[in-house]
């Protein structure tokens, strides 16, 4: 007799579908060579040099064990003193921070420490996939609220006032957004600050890992920033995004020290600790990263405004991103779902992008598409558009 091995997998596991982002990244990797891809979250730079070097002798020294739990004192400083410096946010770094295995660990142990079953979390579609995920793991309750190409995909006060319960635990403000680009000013957060201070039991997560990736021109404004609103923000960050740092798997969390002991204790069993070769390579990152920080966030500025006007040519409306290294167009009209027109733009044209509905049903007739990639790439497959774009509307695809 078969083994039924589905019967065997959790109804929870069973329920949630795999991303779509990887089947189109797989998909683009069976193609090989020939194939541009727009499709993965991902910066196309090397860590910079003086933060490789720093692991790798970080190895000769032999520093090759176990860190503390909560991550090495020295990383927690100087995470500490980073964001202060660049986001004027102070955290205690013996009880208020705790290192993780990426941003994406930060998120799983927050849903892990905070929900009972049945609680509620706001999350704002479209978004990265993972917030749907950790909640739905953890028992919890995924309350969306569909955030709008009108509204620039902010997040509305007079949306989250309607979307809050007395089971809602926390809500997930993730800006700048994976997959809009989007972000929130400190006039649109202040609306946001004051719709919470009328509901004093929900917590907010902040999802900050593209915070350095911000072309608003402004500084960048966290929620927590709010003197009213820190006690009650855990602000996730990490590496991988701003440092070019996506393989060495570093992220943090900080916020109210009894949560982050709470965090700990399910990082303790579940993980241990951190790669101890990355947090030592993090802390020249913090220390010494800021003048590679910005010649990326230029670059990834100048290839912005070429995949704008290059949307622009192939006929598509999009929204201007202001963060992030995502457009996320519409393709409303050309008759094709947006899983159609990827699979078909990947087949017809050889550039990968993503569904946009692999971020929610509401990111349905839209595309991601990530300028995470060299300048000469985004302007073939603008040009692959382009020609992709004309022939769906006269009729002329194969
Ligand atoms: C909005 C957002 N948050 C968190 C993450 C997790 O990143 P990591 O686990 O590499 O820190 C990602 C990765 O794509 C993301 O887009």
């Known amino acids: 007799m078969e083994t039924d091995y589905q019967s065997k997998i959790s109804k929870v596991v069973n329920e949630i579908k795999p991303s779509a982002i990887r089947r189109f990244f797989d998909l683009a990797n069976e193609l090989k060579g020939e194939v541009i891809s727009l499709s993965i979250g991902e910066p196309d730079f090397v860590t910079p040099w003086n933060i490789r070097e720093a692991g790798i002798f970080s190895l000769e020294d032999g520093y090759t064990h176990y860190s503390p739990n909560q991550g090495y004192i020295e990383v927690r400083k100087a995470i500490s003193e980073y964001l202060e410096r660049r986001f004027d946010l102070k955290y205690d770094p013996k009880g208020q921070i705790l290192v993780t295995v990426g941003g994406s660990e930060a998120l799983d ?16 579609e479209p978004c990265f996939v993972a ?5 739905t793991l953890a028992h919890g309750v995924p309350v969306v609220i569909e955030t709008k190409e009108k509204d620039n995909y902010k997040l509305m006060p007079e949306d989250l006032e309607a979307a809050i319960t007395d089971k809602t635990k926390y809500l997930i403000l993730g800006y700048p957004g994976n997959p809009t680009g989007a972000t929130m000013s400190y006039d649109d957060l202040c609306k946001i600050r004051d719709v919470l201070m009328r509901h004093p039991n929900v917590f907010v997560v902040s999802d900050e890992l593209y915070s350095e990736l911000n072309y608003t021109g402004s500084r960048p404004v966290s929620i927590a920033n709010f003197p009213e609103l820190y006690d009650r923000t855990i602000v996730v960050n990490g590496f991988s995004k701003s440092f070019a740092m996506t393989g060495w798997r570093i992220g943090y969390m900080a916020g109210p020290a009894p949560l982050v002991a709470a965090m700990n204790k399910v990082h303790q069993y579940c993980i241990m600790c951190s790669p101890s070769t990355a947090q030592y390579a993090v802390i020249e990152a913090c220390r010494n ?5 910005e010649e990326m966030r230029a670059e990834y500025n100048r290839r912005r405004r070429v995949i704008i006007n290059g949307l622009k040519n192939a006929g598509l409306t999009c929204f201007e991103p202001t963060g992030a290294f995502y457009a996320f167009p519409s393709i409303e009209g050309l008759g094709l779902t947006s899983e159609q027109f990827c699979e078909k733009f990947l087949m017809e044209k050889k550039v990968a992008i993503v569904p946009g509905n692999a971020f929610g049903a509401c990111g349905e007739g839209h595309v991601r598409i990530s300028y995470a990639a060299s300048l000469e790439n985004i302007q073939e497959a603008m040009i692959r558009l382009k020609d992709f774009v004309e022939e769906l509307k006269d009729g002329s695809t194969k």
């Open 289 to 293: 990263g800021d003048k590679e920080v």
């Open 109 to 124: 142990l927050i849903a892990r420490a905070l929900i009972d079953p049945g609680d509620e979390v706001i999350i704002l």
């Open 131 to 135: 917030y749907r995920a950790t909640v």
